[in-house]
């Protein structure tokens, strides 16, 4: 069974630049989850989707972020404008709607804001 | 603010000893406790999952809960340095799709 799918592996970028990162949640998973890791911060939630809809985005650092889940299938998170401080891997998880259903990740985004 | 703590280690012990992983949390109602593994540079991977109190094993890992200390722990058996990584615990609340995440334990498994 296809894991978690995320786009693309490794973004460098200069900073000012719109970063887009995307996320395919495992078929059937109806709850979706980026978070932000970093050596500093250790592993933050930005924002959790369920049923598409965005539930809780209090993680989400500042304005410059946004998330959107258009379909089941699909989610994409974007910085705009990206600064350096945004440098860190981000990941996305999926999950079934259920607090004993542990989340899956996947491979990350290791972006580099320049 | 609900909590996981974590010692950040490294934790180091010797191939073949049993390596000990703990990590505790400060939501009561919380139900349901997740160890994950991460090697460097890659994904947190999920290796244990236990919900009731007592022990849980599966190959060479267990899991063990007491709810009432609020304290969840990892043991590795006959750790081999392929088990060198960080260890992520993650706690979920009994009304929330959340996992609230320790910072990690690095364990170093010397050959």
């Known amino acids: 069974d296809a894991g978690v799918i995320q786009s693309p592996r490794h973004e460098v970028t200069e900073m000012g630049q719109e970063v887009t990162l995307r996320c395919k949640p495992i078929?059937?998973?109806?709850?979706l989850f980026w978070y932000r890791q970093t050596m500093m911060r250790g592993l933050e939630l930005l924002i959790y989707?369920?049923?598409?809809?965005?539930?809780?985005d209090s993680g989400m650092p500042e304005d410059r972020f946004s998330a959107k889940m258009p379909n089941a299938s699909f989610s994409t998170l974007k910085i705009q404008p990206s600064e350096p401080r945004d440098s860190a891997v981000y990941f996305c998880?999926?999950?079934?709607?259920?607090?004993?259903?542990?989340?899956?990740f996947g491979d990350g985004t290791r972006l580099s804001i320049l | 603010q609900k909590e996981v703590e974590q010692n950040s280690g490294p934790l180091s012990v010797p191939e073949g000893a049993i390596a000990s992983l703990n990590c505790t949390y400060s939501?009561?109602?919380?139900?349901?406790f997740f160890w994950y593994r991460q090697y460097s540079g890659k994904s947190p991977e999920l290796i244990m999952s236990?919900?009731?109190?007592g022990d849980k094993e599966d190959g060479r890992f267990t899991a063990q809960l007491n709810k009432a200390s609020q304290y969840v722990s990892l043991l590795i058996r006959d750790s081999q340095p392929s088990d060198s990584a960080t260890y992520l615990c993650?706690?979920?609340?009994?009304?929330?799709?959340?996992?609230?995440f320790g910072s990690g334990t690095r364990l170093l498994v010397r050959p």
């Open positions: 998880a999926s999950s079934w709607t259920n607090s004993n259903q542990p989340q899956h």
């Open positions: 078929s059937g998973h109806n709850s």
């Open positions: 989707f369920n049923n598409n809809v965005p539930i809780d």
């Open positions: 939501d009561r109602g919380s139900q349901s």
């Open positions: 236990i919900y009731s109190n």
């Open positions: 993650a706690v979920n609340g009994d009304s929330s799709y959340k996992l609230i």
